[in-house]
């Protein structure tokens, strides 16, 4: 390539600057300071791309429900994104299927699967994490988890083996997504001996695998989850990152590991000048959720991506986890054009405050039939009572003991399929869709708008990704040469949406 010109403060030559910021493959020269080149894929830590054999330190997220598709999964890989499939919701059919298909399209290119936390059927959760050994599955991103369960840490531990180089080599990989420091913690340190040991005694692991497992983080990603769609704390990035990244270090200086894990980061990250702060803050890499559900490639419907492209930053709103209702979890999900966050708390509400269906008041009890269920508690029941006697039986007799578990398992019905209307993008049931969103979208929305990734249709899942990491690179320059003492005015750094052809050429 023809290195770019030389820019004279003396001149105040804008679109000069611009012109030489935009042209990531080339140094940028003003008045004797110099920024090298630094394309997308040099962002980030080189030790994730490497170890996951990807272009760039960029990851997508697994959305669940099948949101975060096989397509999605498909066109990731391919544009050297490390993506997973989103499994979670899913029977474990549906998994295995993906399981499979992702296999034969994508061969060895790296992807992985989501393996989350089930706190109401462990059954699960160690059903999940077997049919991941039994097929080969080498990677998982570990969500919703606030302790250490005997199915991930059997899942990171099987297979380990003494390396002739004296490492321990670990071939299942654990991307584990935290938002608190506590069970951060735990994913950045061995598993415990005492869980480490009964898996041993138990089957699950041998003797030296059990034993090896003291010399590797339960995992070798760490992702800091700040304020996100889905499950979240809604913790500022700003501060959530810095505090997990110091504790990684901490933990490594008090108990050194040949390999500590990496700290990645999510929530929030839609647009370059997200992603170019996220990686100057230190993460070894990014992770997008809510902006690709509104991609084409997404499992979602047309109509829930449409709501996704209307989002403002302030149109997001908590309300009840389906997974963890009874505890009180609370997920983000998109507020605008749906009814969802305040039909969910209303049922919130009545179950704190009632026993029993046959407690609820009169009056609740005629309009949540009427506008949430459109049927009678009853014979909502019958519906729920169907479904758990082939998923989990063990539900149904609780719930015939204990009738607030019962008025459990009916409010969640609802709840679980209010996403399931949104991604079938169910006309009749607009106002109920429940569909996870952060405030991400927003600002990606507000990038985006003026520009031709405006319209949904034109919204996929590697473009989007690679417009913001080549944004990011640019915005990373600009900032370079500001902390070199050259003024660079805003305008010079702006990176709008390139369509396809135009990347390829600022990118390949």
């Not at 894929?41 to 096989?70: C, K, Q, W």
């Not at 963890?324 to 507020?335: A, H, I, P, R």
Request: glycine share 6%.
């Amino acid at each position: 390539m023809t290195p770019s010109p030389a820019v004279s403060d003396a001149t105040q030559d804008l679109a000069a600057l611009r012109a030489a910021l935009l042209d990531v493959r080339n140094p940028v020269r003003v008045s004797g300071a110099e920024v090298p080149a630094l394309g997308p894929e040099a962002l980030g830590d080189p030790e994730f791309r490497r170890e996951h054999g990807v272009r760039y330190a960029y990851a997508t997220g697994s959305m669940a429900n099948g949101i975060a598709s096989v397509e999605l999964v498909e066109a990731g890989a391919r544009a050297g994104l490390l993506s997973f499939f989103g499994a979670a919701g899913l029977s474990l059919e549906r998994v295995e299927a993906a399981v499979e298909r992702l296999r034969d399209s994508l061969g060895e290119r790296p992807h992985g699967f989501n393996l989350i936390h089930s706190p109401s059927d462990p059954a699960l959760e160690s059903a999940l994490a077997e049919l991941y050994l039994r097929r080969g599955v080498r990677l998982v991103e570990a969500s919703a988890f606030m302790d250490l369960t005997p199915a991930i840490v059997r899942y990171r531990l099987s297979g380990l083996r003494r390396a002739p180089d004296g490492r321990v080599a670990a071939p299942n990989k654990v991307v584990a997504k935290v938002s608190r420091a506590e069970v951060a913690e735990k994913f950045l340190r061995p598993a415990p001996e005492s869980l480490r040991r009964e898996l041993a005694a138990a089957g699950l692991i041998t003797a030296d695998e059990a034993e090896l497992g003291a010399e590797v983080p339960m995992a070798q990603d760490v992702t800091v989850e700040a304020d996100s769609g889905g499950h979240t704390d809604n913790r500022p990035l700003v501060t959530l990152l810095p505090s997990i990244v110091d504790l990684r270090d901490r933990l490594q200086a008090e108990s050194p590991l040949r390999e500590p894990a990496r700290v990645g980061a999510a929530g929030g990250i839609a647009a370059p000048a997200a992603a170019a702060a996220t990686y100057l803050m230190g993460a070894a890499y990014v992770m997008t959720g809510s902006v690709n559900q509104a991609c084409v490639e997404s499992g979602t419907s047309e109509a829930t991506r449409r709501l996704l492209a209307q989002a403002g930053p302030a149109d997001t709103a908590m309300a009840p986890a389906a997974d963890m209702f009874e505890m009180g979890v609370k997920v983000q999900v998109l507020k605008r054009g749906t009814m969802f966050a305040m039909r969910a708390a209303k049922l919130y509400e009545l179950y704190r405050a009632h026993d029993s269906i046959e407690a609820l008041p009169a009056e609740a009890r005629r309009q949540i039939e009427r506008d949430m269920f459109r049927e009678s508690l009853d014979a909502a029941w019958e519906k729920t009572r169907a479904f758990f006697l082939t998923r989990d039986p063990s539900q149904v007799e609780r719930a015939e003991r204990q009738p607030k578990h019962k008025l459990a398992l009916v409010f969640r019905a609802y709840l679980g399929q209010a996403s399931r209307w949104a991604n079938a993008g169910a006309p009749d049931r607009a106002l109920d869709y429940q569909i996870w969103c952060g405030p991400a979208m927003g600002a990606f929305n507000d990038w985006a708008r003026g520009s031709f990734l405006a319209e949904p249709r034109e919204r996929r899942v590697a473009l989007v990704a690679r417009n913001i990491l080549y944004g990011a690179a640019v915005l990373t320059r600009a900032h370079a040469l500001r902390a070199l003492g050259v003024r660079v005015p805003p305008s010079a750094a702006r990176v709008e949406p390139l369509p396809e052809a135009a990347l390829a050429l600022a990118l390949d």
